[in-house]
């Protein structure tokens, strides 16, 4: 079995984000470790991640997992989600790391899934120092269709004025999109996020406009400021953010960049029925990117 990781903390924006660590088994490298920082969606915590944090020890790379900031078990108004706060907690995890003496501060990447992938493209955009990127199922453009896009202007306008008036924020309910935009190809693994009580609570109190950037993102106007590599995946059955997103992702990003779409993943494809292909393929890539042993990337589109 593997290990337990170690449960750290570290501060960002003056809120408490509590965070996975995972160090591989074996002496630390004269350079110290390669490090991957893991960046869990909204209304998601890094428990999801444990299985992808392990496979990547395997391969010789530290892996911090952090509940963001509103998520699991870290500070911040609950469930919500500003990418930019999101991208201050990156860098609040890269210094954290940086400061490591067992951690190489020049070959540090990021994983980043859903509203994960938008802070991570978003960090690497804004200069922040990131060896390379892997994105799974990212948002980066609105998930929000030409109905729903009018009637959350209205709910974020009411919702700001309700905080200004009661400083309380405005919830709505989306618990039924978790049963009418199913997660994941995989019914037990859908039933799982559904059925999560974290999730569900997420679901039923979605604060707005708190986590409307999870929905309305524009995040492809600033990719191309992207310098380093990125591999994109993304499954070809995700009704959350149709597989047209990671095309279009590929094609405005300017840097060094490979796009694997996964037959049989939805959109939570590290979990989903693919989820060991999907393991697979993002270890390759960092430990390429990262580490001394490199590997061929198999399964390229």
Same mark, same amino acid.
């Given at each position: 079995?593997?290990?337990?990781?170690?449960?750290?903390?570290?501060?960002?924006?003056?809120?408490?984000?509590?965070?996975?660590?995972?160090?591989?088994?074996?002496?630390?490298?004269?350079?110290?470790?390669?490090?991957?920082?893991?960046?869990?969606?909204?209304?998601?915590? $890094?428990?999801?991640?444990?299985? =992808?944090?392990? &496979? !990547?020890?395997?391969?010789?790379? +530290? %892996?911090?997992?952090?509940?963001? /900031?509103?998520?699991?078990?870290?500070?911040?108004?609950?469930?919500?989600?500003?990418?930019?706060?999101?991208?201050?907690?990156?860098?609040?995890?890269?210094?954290?790391?940086?400061?490591?003496?067992?951690?190489?501060?020049?070959?540090?990447?990021?994983?980043?899934?859903?509203?994960?992938?938008?802070?991570?493209?978003?960090?690497?955009?804004?200069?922040?120092?990131?060896?390379?990127?892997?994105?799974?199922?990212?948002?980066?453009?609105?998930?929000?269709?030409?109905?729903?896009?009018?009637?959350?202007?209205?709910?974020?306008?009411?919702?700001?004025?309700?905080?200004?008036?009661?400083? $309380?924020?405005?919830?709505?309910? =989306?618990?039924? &999109? !978790?049963?009418?935009?199913?997660? +994941? %190809?995989?019914?037990?693994?859908? /039933?799982?996020?559904?059925?999560?009580?974290?999730?569900?609570?997420?679901?039923?109190?979605?604060?707005?406009?708190?986590?409307?950037?999870?929905?309305?993102?524009?995040?492809?106007?600033?990719?191309?400021?992207?310098?380093?590599?990125?591999?994109?995946?993304?499954?070809?059955?995700?009704?959350?953010?149709?597989?047209?997103?990671?095309?279009?992702?590929?094609?405005?990003?300017?840097?060094?960049?490979?796009?694997?779409?996964?037959?049989?993943?939805?959109?939570?494809?590290?979990?989903?029925?693919?989820?060991?292909?999907?393991?697979?393929?993002?270890?390759?890539?960092?430990?390429?990117?990262?580490?001394?042993?490199?590997?061929?990337?198999?399964?390229?589109?």
């Amino acid at each position: 079995m593997p290990g337990q990781p170690e449960v750290i903390a570290l501060t960002s924006g003056g809120d408490r984000l509590v965070a996975h660590w995972y160090v591989p088994d074996g002496d630390t490298p004269a350079t110290g470790w390669p490090a991957v920082l893991v960046v869990h969606g909204a209304i998601d915590y $890094k428990e999801h991640f444990a299985d =992808l944090a392990h &496979a !990547l020890t395997r391969q010789g790379l +530290a %892996v911090l997992v952090p509940d963001m /900031r509103g998520h699991g078990e870290s500070g911040g108004r609950r469930y919500h989600v500003r990418i930019r706060e999101w991208v201050e907690d990156v860098a609040a995890a890269l210094d954290w790391l940086s400061a490591r003496p067992d951690i190489n501060a020049d070959r540090i990447g990021a994983f980043g899934f859903s509203s994960g992938g938008t802070a991570v493209l978003e960090a690497a955009a804004a200069g922040l120092p990131l060896r390379t990127l892997v994105t799974l199922d990212a948002t980066v453009r609105s998930v929000l269709n030409w109905l729903e896009t009018p009637a959350f202007a209205i709910g974020a306008w009411f919702g700001r004025l309700k905080e200004r008036l009661t400083g $309380k924020p405005f919830h709505v309910s =989306l618990e039924w &999109a !978790l049963e009418s935009v199913p997660a +994941a %190809v995989d019914e037990q693994v859908r /039933r799982q996020i559904a059925d999560d009580p974290y999730v569900r609570a997420g679901y039923r109190r979605f604060p707005v406009p708190g986590a409307l950037e999870a929905l309305k993102v524009d995040t492809l106007r600033r990719v191309h400021l992207v310098r380093c590599p990125v591999l994109i995946l993304h499954g070809e059955q995700d009704q959350v953010d149709p597989p047209a997103s990671a095309r279009a992702l590929h094609d405005a990003l300017t840097c060094e960049r490979e796009l694997v779409l996964i037959p049989g993943s939805g959109h939570v494809g590290h979990l989903d029925q693919a989820r060991d292909q999907i393991r697979q393929l993002t270890c390759q890539w960092f430990r390429n990117r990262l580490s001394d042993n490199q590997v061929p990337v198999a399964n390229q589109v």
